[in-house]
T-cell receptor, first 116, second 116 residues
């Protein structure tokens, strides 16, 4: 049973527009959520995170929104740039940013393609 | 400051064999964890090591084992390889206290294992 779901395997967005990546979770014990970005032949790279006590966190072009009642989070990228083309993984933890002894629970990822 | 490095990058084994994958943690990081990423899936937590002891484990059988050395480098050993063990194996390190809430994970590029 998948506890973290990314229902869109891929997303195509025009350069300069907003990219919105969605993630749903089922485990109410999750209290920390992260987004990782992965290029081919590289390991995942931490992008942005949010604690369950917040509903929004912003870092430059990247903003993550958390809706706890809906168990839903989204990553907004504005404006989208060609270098943003990558696979984006949503991850969740019941033990803080590193996952603690339970590790992080990842979704399957969304392949974002930024078109010129 | 060097990042997380893994070796080998690619390897091929046959069913029933044993494999050892290696990881050097990022400088100053005392906690290392291993993840398995099967094709089309997100990374799945295998286990975590802190101060040379396993202190967290995901849903993987005992034939998946590990070691952490005094210099915080780590090994993942898989015995009696099965076809389904074919995957990208990711090592990740972080600082902070084991089980604590600090420190995002920094991932290596991974070791791609193919089992024939």
């Amino acid at each position: 049973d998948q506890q973290v779901k990314q229902n869109s395997p891929s997303l195509s967005v025009q350069e300069g527009r907003i990219s919105i990546l969605n993630c749903d979770y089922t485990n109410s014990m999750f209290d920390y959520f992260l987004w990782y970005k992965k290029y081919p032949a590289e390991g995942p790279t931490f992008l942005i995170s949010i604690s369950s006590i917040k509903d929004k966190n912003e870092d430059g072009r990247f903003t993550v929104f958390l809706n706890k009642s809906a168990k839903h989070l989204s990553l907004h990228i504005v404006p989208s740039q060609p270098g943003d083309s990558a696979v984006y993984f949503c991850a969740a933890s019941a033990r803080g940013s590193g996952g603690g002894a339970d590790g992080l629970t990842f979704g399957k990822g969304t392949h974002l393609i930024i078109q010129p | 400051e060097t990042g997380v490095t893994q070796s080998p990058t690619h390897l091929i084994k046959t069913r029933g064999q044993q494999v050892t994958l290696r990881c050097s943690s990022q400088s100053g990081h005392n906690t290392v964890s291993w993840y398995q990423q099967a094709l089309g899936q997100g990374p799945q937590f295998i286990f975590q090591y802190y101060r040379e002891e396993e202190n967290g484990r995901g849903n993987f059988p005992p034939r998946f084992s590990g070691l952490q050395f005094p210099n915080y480098s780590s090994e993942l050993n898989v015995n009696a390889l099965e076809l389904d063990d074919s995957a990208l194996y990711l090592c990740a390190s972080r600082g902070g206290l084991a089980g604590g809430n600090t420190g995002e994970l920094f991932f290596g590029e991974g070791s791609r294992l193919t089992v024939l």
